[in-house]
């Protein structure tokens, strides 16, 4: 039987081309995102194995009613990823976009995450999936609310990855964590590089969940960056 997964902001992006490339390699997916329209036509695409359902993640209990309602259709769920966030980037009142970006990307990335822990412990089996960024590894005065959101994303999975090896349930919990990917949020932005082809950077976060990892840098590349990143003293980054 192949494997059913669901992947939240699935209308543009890394999620669209995960749908993609999961529907392309036998999955049954199931597309989630505010845009109804965008997910129609994802569907036109794709045909048979794909099931849509608009959410919008900050309506929390709705979130998880639409989450069930499109998991029985599928037929059940194996692998949830939670791609679904926002940036603010150089974007207004200060206040009100951080409050933004936190009830999408921690309130309701959360939300999600703990349902469908608890699903699977219930089933026995399941892989829970988070899309966090390079952006988590420092905070920046230009995307303070996004860079700790993600840094959220990390340490809320590394939380969730201790409780699942002390369960009977068969729980892998995955951190994929993209540097700079082509993408609605890329566009028109100038002194980018190692700006990775949507579709590549979809095989390799695949690739990543195949195998189970435990975090992986998409692309492989970005985890020297990283590397740089946390070996930098914090004066640094305070004088940026």
């Known amino acids: 039987m192949p494997k059913k997964a669901i992947i939240t902001g699935a209308t543009s992006g890394i999620g669209r081309a995960l749908a993609i490339e999961m529907h392309r390699k036998g999955y049954v997916v199931g597309a989630t995102g505010r845009r109804t329209k965008r997910l129609e036509s994802l569907k036109e695409k794709l045909g048979d194995r794909l099931f849509i359902q608009q959410m919008d993640v900050t309506n929390m209990d709705n979130a998880v009613s639409k989450l069930g309602e499109l998991a029985s259709r599928m037929g059940g769920l194996d692998i949830i990823v939670l791609n679904a966030g926002i940036s603010n980037l150089n974007e207004g009142d200060g206040r009100g976009n951080d409050l933004r970006v936190i009830d999408v990307n921690i309130r309701g990335f959360a939300n999600l995450a703990a349902h469908c822990y608890n699903l699977f412990e219930k089933q026995g089996h399941g892989q829970l999936v988070g899309v966090s960024s390079v952006a988590s590894l420092f905070g ?101």
């Open 140 to 240: 920046w005065g230009q995307s303070a609310s996004y860079n700790a959101s993600k840094a959220f994303v990390n340490t809320y999975l590394q939380g969730y990855r201790q409780k699942a090896n002390h369960t009977d349930a068969d729980i892998t919990v995955t951190n994929l964590i993209p540097g700079f990917v082509k993408s609605e949020i890329t566009e028109g932005r100038e002194g980018l590089f190692w700006i990775a082809p949507t579709e590549k950077a979809a095989r390799q976060m695949l690739h990543a969940i195949e195998s189970r990892r435990n975090t992986a840098y998409i692309t492989h590349r970005w985890r020297i960056i990283a590397w740089l990143i946390k070996l930098s003293p914090q004066w640094i980054w305070n004088r940026m």
